[in-house]
């Protein structure tokens, strides 16, 4: 059997109080909604704003740092700063200028950032130390602080003077004979309140020492300057052999060297040339053969030359001495013949000529010259043969 709708039913129907029911539910919800939402938006508020100024939800903030404001070479130097909220990182940003920087490297500085690191959990003090091998000369810095929500906060930029020395004095240049001496005097300059020993030191350039025969000396070898003052020190190039001496140019400066929490550390002098000058020569010819000669009772005189090309190295001006050994002891004389300028004045290259003179008288034989040149500390000597034969008859 099949049953179909009933033809007389009729589906309830909404009443107008059922209605509005309806309406007063939905109003409810929607009301409900926006005060939690207002609700929300006055916690948040709260929360950034804080309550009776007592802040609840605090943005970053530095309160509390004392600025450093002196430090020593060499020697570390710790930054610390309080800083409130709830900072994600706090950074130390500093530079440091070498009080010996020149123009060109004063471009090459460049500032370095290190994150501060929290001293105790749960604390609020950060703390950074700048190593002492980094202390190289007066320090600029400053400190910044943000959160993970945007807001940040930095310090002032700070100077923080560093005591430090200069090493002065080094003259241009300095030529050093064998078996001479030369002199300059050092200064040691303190800077902002240094007031350490220095120990002194001269090398060459490229070298730990000095050239091979050269000694330097110190009068005295440590010197301490006042605050803000000077000390000196006298300074003694010596050759002190005269078997190896390298001539030529070398350049040198002096080290200063004090000790530090980080160990030993050094300024240095400007850079001055050093010359070690020498000498050689050369004669011509090496031989030469004369005869004796008169004519009757006439006495002729003959004039043998020989040529001494002496060349000067590196600036080499000290007074040249000349000197021949070996003539024959009778009727032979000589005599030295000189440009007409000075010859130490006239660095380079330079001709001497010996006039060996030759009378009837002078005995016949075969002699073997030594011909000295001394000057600057040191002698060379090189040897001509000189062959006196029989003598002739002028007619």
């Known amino acids: 059997m099949t049953y179909g709708q009933d033809p007389y039913y009729e589906p309830p129907r909404s009443t107008e109080r059922e209605k509005e029911g309806s309406r007063r539910q939905i109003y409810a919800l929607v009301g409900l909604f926006m005060v939690s939402v207002l609700v929300i938006g006055v916690v948040l508020a709260i929360l950034s704003t804080g309550i009776g100024g007592e802040t609840f939800f605090q943005t970053v903030k530095i309160f509390e740092h004392n600025p450093v404001t002196k430090g020593t070479i060499g020697e570390d130097i710790e930054i610390t700063a309080r800083i409130s909220g709830f900072p994600e990182n706090v950074t130390l940003s500093y530079q440091v200028i070498p009080n010996n920087s020149t123009s060109e490297t004063f471009r090459d500085i460049k500032p370095v950032n290190k994150f501060m690191l929290l001293i105790t959990s749960g604390g609020d003090t950060y703390s950074y130390t700048i190593n002492g091998e980094e202390v190289l000369g007066d320090l600029t810095y400053y400190i910044s602080a943000a959160d993970s929500v945007g807001n940040s906060e930095s310090t002032q930029i700070y100077e923080i003077e560093v005591d430090d020395f200069l090493v002065e004095g080094m003259p241009k240049l300095m030529k050093v004979y064998v078996n001479r ?5 050092v200064t040691v300059r303190s800077i902002n309140g240094f007031d350490k020993g220095v120990r002194l030191r001269v090398v060459s ?14 009068n005295p070898a440590t010197v301490t300057p006042s605050q803000g003052g000077i000390a000196t020190s006298e300074l003694t190039l010596r050759a002190s052999s005269d078997e190896f001496i390298p001539s030529g140019v070398y350049y040198i400066w002096v080290e200063g060297f004090v000790g530090t929490q980080r160990g030993t ?13 020498d000498f050689d020569f050369t004669i011509s010819p090496t031989f030469q053969k004369v005869e004796r ?22 600036g080499f001006d000290a007074d040249l001495d000349f000197r021949v050994v070996g003539l024959p002891s009778q009727g032979v004389k000589h005599r030295w013949v000189f440009p007409d300028e000075i010859i130490s004045e006239r660095p380079g290259l330079q001709k001497v000529e010996l006039q060996i003179i030759t009378t009837p ?20 000597f090189e040897q001509v043969n000189f062959d ?8």
Request: proline share 4%; no cysteine.
């Open 181 to 185: 001496e030369a002199k300059t005097t």
């Open 293 to 314: 000669v008169y004519l009757g009772q006439v006495t002729f005189e003959q004039t043998t030359p020989f040529t001494i090309t002496v060349t000067m190295d590196e």
């Open 361 to 380: 008288s002078a005995e016949l034989g075969f002699y073997t010259l030594t011909i000295y040149v001394t000057g600057g500390g040191r002698e060379e």
């Open 388 to 395: 006196i034969i029989t003598q002739s008859q002028l007619q």
């Open 205 to 218: 350039q490229g070298l730990e020492t000095l050239p091979g025969g050269i000694v330097g000396e110190f």
């Open 265 to 277: 550390l050094s300024r240095n002098s400007s850079v001055a040339r050093l010359e070690i000058p």
